[in-house]
């Protein structure tokens, strides 16, 4: 079981006093949705949480913060780091804070980072992060302190500690435990469909990724079969997706094609570019359901009702409610 509890932001974007935003159940859910809810430690949590408001009330900030959180656990480039995290809304004299609680094999974790900023109102790298398990601290920046780690790596690595790399990308490596390994793992995956977060976040769905994934040695069987039961219930007569690759010897292999046939006329396939945007988008989305539901990961879908039909929302939503009918997810 793993899932996010809650998020917190402070001086960012359009943000300046700090925010809470608290994913737990509200009474009526608890009595009347038990289904679409997690339990730990007798409190209940939304397993889907929707963000709505009018234009420039701060929905985007919200994503971007947690955009800005994933990509600085995760990444592990030493000379990357972004820098959008700030603009004159905000103040130049405040630190900005981003703080996330999450829970993972039944743990209770929080994750807080302070970054520093320049008068361009541009983050230049982490003033200080500290990882909690309940009331444990797991590391501290600021105080060099990072438990279950040996000493001497520990002062290898903080003597040379950039401003732009995160402990946790420093140190999960050495952490005998795996619980640095497992927190990296949560946060590797997550998902981001929209075309809006594309132009944001590098780890938005691609097409070469849909070629990756529908012929995935792993799953590829499954997911196919996922998609085309998926498009076989709501009526649309998509019988086959096929994919065309050209080998060439001692290099990657090059994506030339992803073939979709109709029932209709199964002997003339539709490339995926020439079907509709609701086509190429409920694909990339039943793609995302799948990853998250194998890797238990969390999923956020941007302007989810501009994607695909409304009357497919509550469909998709029930998809990621419940379990998916794959051997990879227990």
Do not use: C
């Amino acid at each position: 079981m793993a899932f996010i509890t809650s998020l917190r932001i402070k001086n960012f974007f359009s943000i300046k006093n700090e925010v809470t935003i608290d994913f737990k159940a509200t009474p009526y859910n608890i009595e009347n949705n038990p289904e679409r809810l997690f339990e730990f430690n007798g409190e209940y949590y939304n397993k889907v949480i929707s963000l709505y408001g009018a234009n420039a009330s701060g929905k985007t900030t919200v994503l971007k913060a947690i955009i800005a959180l994933f990509t600085i656990i995760i990444d592990e480039r030493s000379d990357y780091f972004p820098l959008y995290f700030k603009n004159k809304f905000s103040s130049i004299n405040d630190d900005s804070q981003l703080g996330i609680d999450f829970v993972i094999d039944n743990r209770k974790f929080t994750y807080v980072v302070t970054f520093q900023s320049n008068e361009q109102y541009e983050i230049i790298g982490i003033k200080d992060e500290k990882l909690f398990l309940g009331e444990e601290i797991l590391f501290d920046r600021e105080g060099q302190i990072v438990v279950n780690i040996d000493k001497n790596i520990q002062e290898a690595i903080f003597n040379n500690l950039s401003e732009k790399k995160s402990l946790l990308a420093e140190f999960y490596k050495f952490d005998d435990t795996k619980t640095l390994e497992k927190i990296k793992i949560f946060f590797v995956p997550f998902l981001f469909t929209s075309q809006s977060i594309d132009r944001i976040n590098s780890n938005a769905l691609t097409y070469e990724d849909i070629g990756t994934w529908l012929t995935n040695e792993l799953f590829k069987e499954e997911l196919n079969s996922f998609i085309l039961s998926f498009f076989k219930s709501i009526g649309y007569d998509i019988v086959k997706i096929e994919l065309e690759y050209q080998e060439a010897i001692g290099k990657k292999r090059e994506l030339l094609s992803i073939k979709i046939f109709h029932k209709i006329d199964s002997s003339e396939p539709l490339e995926l570019y020439l079907e509709s945007s609701g086509t190429q988008n409920l694909l990339k989305i039943l793609i995302d359901v799948y990853y998250m539901k194998i890797m238990g990961t969390p999923l956020i879908i941007d302007e989810f009702d501009s994607l695909i039909h409304p009357m497919l929302t509550p469909i998709i939503i029930n998809l990621l409610i419940e379990k998916l009918r794959i051997k990879f997810f227990t």
